[in-house]
C-alpha cells in the first residue's frame, strides 16, 4: 500500500522519506498508546515476567532463505485465499447493480452504493470518494485487499489515482490505513486470547484512533498549505 501511493503521488527524492516517516510515525503512536493504557486501564504494579532468550547469532545463509521461503509462501497463501475471493466479489459487487443487472457506470453499482453509505465518515480526512471508502472497508478483511481493490476500481490504471486523492489526502490515507484494525485474523487472535468484548473495543478504539490521527495530519497539512 506504501510503495503504491507513496511511488503515485511523491517525488522521487522524497518516497524513501515519506516512507520511513509513516514506519517512525507507527512507532511513536504504539509507545503513545502503550503509555497511555499504562496510566489507565493498566495502572498499577507490573507483574514479573522473566523470559529467557537465546544467544545472538549470525544467521547462516540456510536459515535466511528459509526464514524468506516461509514468509514468501505465507504471502502466496493468502493471496490465493483472501485476496482472491475478495477480489471476487469486488468485482462481483462493482458490475451489478441491486437488481444484478450488468452496469455501465460503476457509480451505478452495488459497491458504490455500499461505499458511498460510508464515504461521509472520511470527507474530513480528504478522501470522500466512495472507491477510497471502499477499499477501506476491504482492508478490514487483509490490508493487501486496499491495493486489489483500488487497482480494480480504477481498471488497472493507477495514474487515475490522482482522481481519488490529492497528495495530502494520500497521504492522510496512509496514515489512516496505517493505524486502523490490521485485519480480520488479528481480531480472531485477540478474540481467543482476551474475549468478544475485548476485540470489539480494540476494533472500534482503533478506528476511533486512526480517524481522530488521520483528521489532525490532514488539518496541519491543509495550515502549511500542502492541501
Same mark, same amino acid.
Given at each position: 500500500?506504501?510503495?503504491?501511493?507513496?511511488?503515485?503521488?511523491?517525488?522521487?527524492?522524497? !518516497?524513501?522519506?515519506?516512507?520511513?516517516?509513516?514506519?517512525? #510515525?507507527?512507532?511513536?503512536?504504539?509507545?503513545?498508546?502503550? &503509555?497511555?493504557?499504562?496510566?489507565?486501564?493498566?495502572?498499577?504494579?507490573? &507483574?514479573?515476567? +522473566?523470559?529467557?532468550?537465546?544467544?545472538?547469532? /549470525?544467521?547462516?545463509?540456510?536459515?535466511? +532463505?528459509? @526464514?524468506?521461503?516461509?514468509?514468501?509462501?505465507?504471502?502466496? $497463501?493468502?493471496? #490465493?485465499?483472501?485476496?482472491?475471493? *475478495?477480489? =471476487?466479489?469486488?468485482?462481483? /459487487?462493482?458490475?451489478?447493480? &441491486? !437488481?444484478?443487472?450488468?452496469?455501465?457506470? $460503476?457509480? $451505478?453499482?452495488?459497491?458504490?452504493?455500499?461505499?458511498?453509505?460510508? *464515504?461521509? =465518515? #472520511?470527507?474530513?480526512?480528504?478522501?470522500?470518494?466512495? !472507491?477510497?471508502?471502499?477499499? +477501506? @472497508?476491504?482492508?478490514?478483511?487483509?490490508?493487501?485487499?486496499?491495493?486489489?481493490?483500488?487497482?480494480?476500481? &480504477?481498471?488497472?490504471?493507477?495514474?487515475? @489515482?490522482?482522481?481519488?486523492?490529492?497528495?495530502?489526502?494520500?497521504?492522510? #490515507?496512509?496514515?489512516?490505513?496505517?493505524?486502523?484494525?490490521?485485519?480480520?485474523?488479528?481480531?480472531?487472535?485477540? !478474540?481467543?486470547?482476551?474475549?468478544?468484548?475485548?476485540?470489539?473495543? =480494540?476494533?472500534?478504539?482503533?478506528?476511533?484512533?486512526?480517524?481522530?490521527?488521520?483528521? =489532525?495530519?490532514?488539518?496541519?497539512?491543509?495550515?502549511?498549505?500542502?492541501?
Amino acid at each position: 500500500i506504501y510503495t503504491m501511493m507513496i511511488s503515485a503521488f511523491f517525488p522521487r527524492r522524497y !518516497r524513501a522519506l515519506a516512507m520511513i516517516g509513516l514506519y517512525l #510515525f507507527g512507532i511513536l503512536c504504539g509507545i503513545l498508546y502503550a &503509555v497511555i493504557l499504562k496510566v489507565s486501564r493498566f495502572k498499577g504494579e507490573p &507483574v514479573p515476567f +522473566v523470559m529467557e532468550l537465546p544467544n545472538y547469532r /549470525l544467521p547462516s545463509a540456510k536459515s535466511v +532463505v528459509h @526464514l524468506i521461503w516461509e514468509k514468501a509462501k505465507g504471502f502466496i $497463501q493468502k493471496a #490465493f485465499t483472501i485476496i482472491f475471493a *475478495a477480489s =471476487i466479489v469486488i468485482w462481483f /459487487l462493482q458490475t451489478f447493480d &441491486v !437488481r444484478f443487472n450488468v452496469v455501465a457506470d $460503476q457509480s $451505478q453499482s452495488m459497491l458504490a452504493g455500499i461505499g458511498t453509505i460510508f *464515504a461521509p =465518515i #472520511f470527507e474530513p480526512l480528504g478522501f470522500g470518494d466512495w !472507491r477510497a471508502a471502499t477499499a +477501506v @472497508l476491504t482492508g478490514f478483511m487483509a490490508k493487501e485487499n486496499v491495493i486489489s481493490t483500488i487497482t480494480q476500481l &480504477v481498471g488497472g490504471n493507477l495514474a487515475l @489515482l490522482t482522481t481519488l486523492f490529492t497528495p495530502l489526502a494520500a497521504y492522510t #490515507f496512509l496514515v489512516f490505513v496505517l493505524l486502523y484494525t490490521p485485519c480480520v485474523m488479528a481480531i480472531i487472535t485477540v !478474540r481467543n486470547e482476551l474475549g468478544g468484548k475485548y476485540a470489539a473495543v =480494540i476494533v472500534v478504539l482503533q478506528c476511533v484512533v486512526a480517524w481522530i490521527v488521520a483528521f =489532525i495530519v490532514h488539518g496541519i497539512g491543509l495550515l502549511l498549505g500542502l492541501g
